[in-house]
């Protein structure tokens, strides 16, 4: 079995968790990087000595950079065109939806404050990112 390579911006310690529990449950083999700020992100996802991940996961809220920049960022990247992006985030707000699928996000995940439904919805929103990919792969 390959190894998915999962790149995950978000500075809350309980949302890295939940993230963390809803990619166990997907039963797959993952190796999960994680960036606390957007521009320790920016940093990391400009290196092209990184190897393309296979999914990014990216909260607007971030600290010194937001989720914006970051989405912005990995878009005009050129070794990471195409790779499936989603974004986590508290935000309801159409605009805020508006704007990500602007910029091209595939998934926009608003995080559930209960902890089963977060868990469950960044799973099926997680295996819905993947899929392509593993379609394209075979």
Request: overall charge negative; glycine content about 6%.
């Amino acid at each position: 079995m390959t190894v998915t390579s999962i790149i995950l911006v978000e500075d809350n310690p309980e949302d890295v968790f939940l993230v963390d529990q809803a990619l166990r449950n997907l039963q797959i083999e993952y190796a999960l990087t994680l960036y606390e700020d957007g521009e320790e992100a920016l940093r990391a996802l400009a290196s092209e000595l990184q190897d393309a991940p296979d999914l990014i996961l990216v909260d607007l809220n971030l600290p010194r950079r937001d989720g914006f920049e970051v989405l912005t960022a990995i878009r005009q990247t050129p070794h990471l065109v195409g790779i499936p992006v989603g974004v986590l985030t508290s935000s309801t707000a159409r605009k805020d939806r508006h704007r990500a699928a602007l910029i091209g996000v595939e998934q926009y995940i608003s995080k559930p404050a209960n902890p089963e439904e977060f868990v469950s919805e960044v799973g099926a929103a997680v295996q819905q990112l993947l899929t392509p990919r593993a379609r394209g792969a075979g």
